[in-house]
């Protein structure tokens, strides 16, 4: 997959992918239209941030590179590589819980707060990208 060097597009299946965790300086890309959606993404090593419509969607300290970001009413998923392990947050549903996939493997159920953000942690590295659903009980 590697970084998205034009920090945000549109895949041919019709999904998002954004962020470049290997620039040095933090790089931003606003008014990105997918469908009837703006997006904004913020991204470098630290730390890479998309938003839709002003809406938070995504974080992950450090930063990462996303693929194939697909965003539905009852999930999310995505593919996320990183240089080392990330914290990743994602804007969800107030107080609803979620179950967590990491590769295929079942990490546990999930709350969001009231805020209805998820946070997660997620062993990356070199060659270790993590493929993440997170599903709407």
């Known amino acids: 997959m590697g970084v998205i060097s034009e ?3 549109t895949e041919g299946d019709g ?8 620039l040095s300086s933090k790089t931003k890309k606003d008014n990105f239209e997918h469908g009837a959606d703006k997006y904004k993404v913020k991204t470098f090593r630290e730390i890479t941030k998309l938003e839709c ?7 992950s300290v450090p930063g990462t590179a996303v693929s194939g970001l697909d965003l539905t009413e009852n999930e999310v998923s995505f593919r996320v590589e990183g240089p080392e392990d990330a914290e990743i947050t994602l804007g969800l549903s107030d107080s609803t819980e979620y179950e967590v996939l990491i590769n295929g493997e079942n ?7 009231l805020g ?3 946070t997660l942690s997620v062993e990356l590295g070199e060659d270790h990208p ?8």
């Open 130 to 137: 993590a493929d993440i659903s997170i599903i709407k009980k």
């Open 7 to 9: 920090l945000i597009r």
């Open 15 to 22: 999904k998002i992918s954004f962020g470049d965790y290997t």
């Open 116 to 118: 209805g953000k998820l």
């Open 53 to 59: 419509n002003g809406i938070f969607v995504y974080e």
């Open 107 to 113: 990490a546990g159920t999930m709350k969001t707060n």
